[in-house]
């Protein structure tokens, strides 16, 4: 007979009760209420444990010792249950309330292996509270409705996403990753890491993406404009293969330069005169200067480099954030013009992708920023939008949620929340988040490294989880600050005993 943890007590609701028990339970743990021919699951959410004679209103500490010697440690526990659904008919809330005094029974482990799913299911860890079950959620459900991983910096952010780069591996996935930080290089259980260099072919590049990275503002008309036809003139010589040495940009400068010493006619217009001709010319200057390495006429289409079963990994943390930017846009832009003319075109139409892609967008707080419009946030605002009618899912991971655009932010109808301390991070969190209850927001701050509340229509339930360690432990570890510099004092005493020896030496010589 299973044991019983309380009993409910005062009035009840359709979604919560208050119970009353004698017996500490834990914040997260599952129970079932029986009434009305009803097995009615539920979440403890909240939990207290008071005094009928210790109050509040005692000022004196020594009366406080005295009751204590006489009542010795006698309390009790109020809590309160989010009642999640009726168990015998597919988890729909009952129709009606809990009697006060109904016995608050913990849930066994065979109730709750059969509400994580065992099929199409990522396995992300166990409860903990019942360390026993095993926390699937639904890959499906995940992919189409995207995701979001919500973190304060050292609590377990990159581990919680290999374990979901893995979870997808299984099944031949194709998972693309933003890597910011060069961190993701690593080996994964179920398939392997593909670094992919972040080159783009100009070719492939629209013109405000060009723009962006050659830094021309949008009221510079002007030199918007001569930058556009040098781009458009420059485009068609590398269709036509006759940009010498398949260099791109000394392209855009030999078309500046001779529409400015006058030898080259602008639209049948002598503009060498022009100011603005020479500021482009010192932006395509400084274009060069920074991103030479990114605009790659011989890179091909960056799409056709996907892998499925692999962690595609874009390592960008040689780039700044424009260049991010531009490669985000970039990428998301291509992959939905790619899959809408996949799905509707005729099937042996050659495309450079042609399968689902899921999307992991590290520092999302950067490419997807709530204060300001980036070409990023554009394009992974509409994969949020539109990405699942395409194959197209999304996964944002951020360390600051108050910074991420709520618009893209509530797209994500699944969460993994793992400890957040900053009350705007929490709040920006339930904003985006129905399922997040105050009781459960109360929760985050005090979660343990790499513990997870876990919500949305991935799982039929919100359930707080150990994520799983995973076994590669390279990524996302702090630096070991103290004993680099005890080896940097230990190299630089040596070399200076070395340097004292050799001097000792050569006196000798004499």
């Known amino acids: 007979m299973k044991k019983v943890i309380g009993r409910c007590v005062g009035e009840t609701s359709l979604v919560q009760i208050t119970f009353i028990s004698k017996q500490m339970p834990q914040v997260g743990e599952y129970v079932c209420l029986k009434y009305d021919g009803k097995n009615v699951l539920g979440m403890i959410e909240s939990l207290v444990r008071g005094s009928v004679s210790i109050t509040s209103d005692i000022f004196d500490p020594s009366t406080i010792e005295k009751i204590r010697k006489i009542e010795g440690d006698d309390h009790y526990i109020r809590g309160s249950v989010g009642i999640l659904g009726d168990l015998n008919h597919n988890l729909r809330i009952p129709r009606t309330p809990a009697p006060p005094g109904t016995e608050v029974l913990p849930a066994s482990k065979s109730d709750l292996e059969k509400i994580f799913p065992r099929k199409n299911s990522l396995k992300l860890g166990s409860l903990i ?20 991983i919500m973190a304060m910096t050292g609590a377990g952010k990159s581990n919680t996403v290999a374990v979901v780069i893995d979870g997808i591996l299984k099944y031949n996935g194709c998972v693309v990753v933003f890597d910011m930080h060069s961190e993701y290089d690593i080996d994964f259980e179920n398939g392997e890491s593909k670094i992919i260099r972040p080159e783009i072919n100009p070719l492939y590049m629209s013109f405000s993406e060009m723009k962006r990275l050659a830094r021309i503002e949008g009221k510079a008309y002007l030199q918007e404009r001569y930058f556009g036809e040098a781009y458009r003139m420059a ?194 969190v339930q904003t985006a988040s129905e399922n997040l209850s105050d009781d459960l927001l109360k929760q985050l701050p005090s979660l343990n490294i790499g513990e997870a509340v876990v919500l949305g229509l991935m799982t039929k339930i919100p359930a707080l989880v150990k994520i799983d360690e995973h076994k590669n432990k390279k990524f996302g570890q702090d630096l070991a600050v103290i004993d680099i510099w005890g080896k940097t004092r230990q190299k630089k005493e040596e070399t200076i005993k070395k340097q004292e020896e050799n001097l000792k030496n050569l006196g000798g010589d004499y």
């Open 235 to 428: 485009r068609k010589q590398a269709e036509e293969g006759v940009i010498p040495g398949n260099d791109f940009i000394q392209a855009l400068r030999g078309i500046l330069k001779g529409w400015a010493s006058g030898q080259i006619l602008f639209n049948n217009q002598d503009v060498s005169k022009e100011k603005q001709i020479v500021d482009v010319l010192n932006k395509i200057d400084d274009l060069e200067r920074r991103y030479s390495s990114i605009i790659n006429l011989s890179a091909g289409n960056i799409l056709s480099r996907l892998e499925m079963g692999k962690a595609n990994i874009i390592d960008m943390g040689s780039v700044d954030e424009s260049a991010a930017e531009v490669i985000v846009s970039h990428i998301l832009r291509n992959a939905l013009q790619n899959n809408k003319k996949w799905l509707r075109s005729d099937p042996d139409e050659k495309m450079p992708l042609q399968h689902p892609v899921f999307f992991i967008l590290e520092e999302a707080h950067i490419l997807a920023p709530k204060n300001r419009n980036t070409q990023s946030k554009l394009w992974i605002s509409r994969i949020a939008r539109e990405g699942r009618k395409f194959g197209l899912g999304l996964c944002l991971v951020s360390q600051s949620p108050k910074s991420v655009d709520p618009d893209s932010l509530s797209q994500a109808n699944n969460m993994i929340i793992l400890r957040l301390v900053e009350p705007q991070d929490q709040r920006h």
């Open 129 to 148: 509270s019942q360390e026993e079950v095993e926390v699937q959620v639904d890959l499906e459900k995940m992919f189409s409705r995207h995701l979001a």
